[in-house]
């Protein structure tokens, strides 16, 4: 080679060399966002570029066409590509469709190639190729047809468009501090791309010389540019996610190298510096006052401590923490410096301090004095009838007072190191449990129940107790204090006088019967179904205490409707159907005064409303009916129409099954029909 096609060579050298030192800078930040693609993409412009120059090198026509397929095939899948997944990458860009993206990305360069290798069927890569006489290199020479037209335009510019699109987009929404950074990549993009309209036109820099391997220069010198200037793939948005420009913190975020990358205004007025006298500069520089945070950056872990800083006559606290930033690879990135101002919480912390000292004073004059109050307390305890009892979490009592011992027969000794729960009937310890869980989580300090006890004798015994949650000043559980009382005779009174209550609910439910012509056991029968499927359906043994109740009054309204009304064979008129409509208003209005009852009015006020709402007397809908209601209603309706009544015999069961699936919508509640339905299947009811 002589001396003129060595000097010829030397601009693409250089280009060469330039595009390859952009390669390996980006390859050495590989594990920074997008730098590693970047460095595909660089790579291949040099890939590109050296095949270039061996074509321009080589001696005949069927080496330079083979060093022009390999540059075609190196911008396709090594530059073109590469470009497209840094830009959805470095912009954050979220494809809508990135299965079709991507096949129309991947597939088009696919096609091109089989294309290429094909083109001795078909001649429509290199039609007429032929050698210039150009000095000192012959070039190559051939006609650019519709296919090569094509793919420049529908591929190679369109999708080099949409990524620079992308880029330019984010530089237009991006935070201030990355904006240059966009906006210098997206021109490093472009240059390339609209210069090589003039290679794609044959047009020449200079009568020898393909403009081609100039653009990657001249795109990449722009990007190395970016580089020193704003430090590209050092300074990347690595934590304006998790910076709040609104938090009243200062916060910092730094590079791997201890540069700053981003800061927000209140860290910007406690340095006193504008955003563009700190960006990109290192730490210890911007931090030239504060050298206690120079020294703790000097550390790699993660640091949280008090520090001071002296400004003018004044000196402020903050809270310093230093916390790393990691890649996806677990490498450390960057940092983060959150400084929380605390000269407030220091000061009142110097005025506790002095408190505590007054304080701790007054506590030892008063130790004799509780002391004291301690002894009178526990001579208050012992001498109780109450049972008081202290127990820790776990359920084992650390006190227990006289009257707690003798009423189980046990020792102090024997109450200290044993549980409480065994002496709980089985039955109640659910409840019980489920109290000490309320008090435990907070949910609760103090509750109140009532449960059966099994004496040492093996007597049952009803207690009742009070029991508070004691939390210390952090508000973790510390212990139980439980004040209890032996109520047996109070429950039997009040079993006793429930039984009396029922008794007379009965009796008014058997006067009703007899007085609306009912079917002898009307009101036992349907109260008895009821019961069956509440209970089936989730209700507790309390709720059943009063489902049984209004079950048993479910028509005590009735005793507002005359005789003549009440009794008459035939069809009622309006004026005496508005009469009967009023017999759950009339219940409501009679159970409603007595407490006892107040919580059974359910169903003798609501069992005449209909699922789809034309019930009576509110024309409740849906689940605004009560559940309770809701089954007497099935229950009630089953039961009439099983039954032989003065006007009709009873129906089949198959003919009520018939009917109840019929109403079930309308009438009654499906949930409820299903469940009952089952039930009659299964020989439960």
């Not at 396709?76 to 096949?103: D, M």
């Not at 605004?624 to 809701?630: G, N, Q, S, T, W």
């Not at 089954?631 to 009520?656: G, M």
Request: hydrophobic share 40%.
């Amino acid at each position: 080679m002589n001396r003129e096609e060595v000097f010829y060579l030397i601009p693409y050298l250089l280009s060469l060399a330039i595009t390859t030192g952009v390669f390996a800078y980006t390859w050495r930040h590989r594990y920074i966002r997008g730098a590693e693609i970047y460095s595909w993409f660089a790579g291949g412009q040099a890939i590109t570029t050296l095949g270039f120059i061996f074509e321009l090198v080589s001696p005949n026509l069927q080496t330079k066409i083979l060093w022009d397929k390999f540059q075609w095939l190196t911008l396709s899948f090594l530059v073109f590509i590469p470009f497209l997944v840094f830009s959805i990458q470095f912009s954050g860009h979220r494809l809508r469709h990135p299965r079709i993206t991507w096949g129309y990305l991947i597939g088009m360069p696919l096609l091109f190639t089989l294309f290429l290798l094909t083109d001795g069927i078909h001649h429509l890569a290199y039609p007429n190729p032929h050698l210039s006489t150009d000095f000192p290199f012959p070039d190559l020479k051939y006609d650019l047809t519709w296919v090569v037209y094509l793919y420049s335009f529908l591929y190679i510019y369109g999708s080099n468009f949409y990524g620079i699109g992308l880029l330019t987009r984010r530089a237009v929404q991006s935070n201030t501090l990355y904006r240059l950074q966009y906006w210098t990549i997206a021109i490093g993009f472009l240059i390339p791309l609209l210069l090589s309209f003039f290679a794609l036109a044959d047009i020449r820099i200079t009568p020898q010389r393909d403009i081609t391997p100039f653009t990657f220069a001249i795109g990449n010198i722009v990007v190395t540019w970016g580089l020193f200037r704003y430090r590209l793939f050092d300074i990347v948005p690595i934590a304006r996610e998790r910076i709040i420009e609104g938090m009243t913190d200062p916060i910092v975020v730094l590079d791997i190298n201890n540069r700053i990358v981003d800061i927000n205004p209140p860290a910007l007025v406690a340095l006193e510096k504008t955003t563009t006298q700190i960006i990109g500069l290192p730490s210890n520089e911007v931090f030239e006052k504060w050298p206690i945070i120079v020294s703790e950056l000097e550390s790699r872990t993660v640091e949280r401590k008090e520090i001071a800083i002296k400004s003018d006559d004044d000196t402020v606290f903050y809270d310093l923490n230093i916390s790393p930033i990691e890649d996806k690879m677990g490498h450390l990135i960057g940092r983060i410096i959150v400084a929380r101002d605390i000269t407030r919480h220091k000061t009142l912390e110097v005025s506790y301090r002095i408190l505590s000292e007054e304080l701790e004073q007054r506590v030892n004059q008063r130790t004799e004095e509780l002391r004291q109050i301690a002894e009178l307390y526990r001579a208050v305890v012992e001498n109780q009838t109450e049972f008081i009892v202290r127990w820790k979490p776990d359920g084992i009592r650390t006190f227990a007072n006289d009257a707690y011992c003798r009423y189980f027969g046990i020792t102090y000794n024997q109450a200290l190191s044993s549980d409480f729960m065994p002496l709980i009937v089985d039955e109640d310890r659910p409840a019980v449990e489920a109290k000490i869980l309320r008090l435990k989580s907070g949910e609760t300090n103090t509750e109140t129940e009532t449960h059966r006890v099994i004496k040492r004798d093996g007597s049952i015994g009803w207690q009742e107790w009070t029991d508070q949650a004691i939390r210390d000043e952090a508000g973790k559980l510390v212990e139980f204090l439980s004040v209890g009382r032996d109520v047996t005779a109070r429950k039997q009174a009040e079993e006793d006088l429930a039984t009396a209550y029922d008794t007379t609910l009965e009796g008014w439910a058997r006067a009703l019967e007899l007085r609306d012509k009912e079917t002898e056991g009307h009101s036992r029968r349907v109260t008895e179904t009821t019961l069956t499927v509440a209970r089936a359906m989730g209700f507790s043994e309390d709720d059943l205490v009063h489902i049984r109740r209004g079950s048993i009054l479910h028509d005590i309204g009735k005793m507002g409707i005359p005789d003549e009304i009440l009794r008459k064979n035939g069809p009622l008129t309006e004026e005496e159907r508005a009469v009967v409509v009023k017999h759950p208003t009339t219940a409501h209005n009679l159970l409603k005064p007595i407490p006892y009852l107040e919580k059974a009015m359910d169903i003798p006020y609501c069992h005449h409303e209909k699922w789809d709402g034309t019930g009576y007397p509110r024309g409740l809908k849906g689940e605004e009916i009560p559940l309770a209601a809701r089954i007497f209603a099935v229950v009630d309706v089953w039961d009439a129409l099983s039954s032989d009544r003065p006007y009709r015999n009873a129906w089949s069961r198959e003919k009520v099954t018939d009917y109840m699936v019929a109403e079930t919508g309308k009438h009654f509640d499906p949930k409820v029909v299903d469940v009952f339905l089952k039930m009659v299947e299964q020989g439960e009811i």
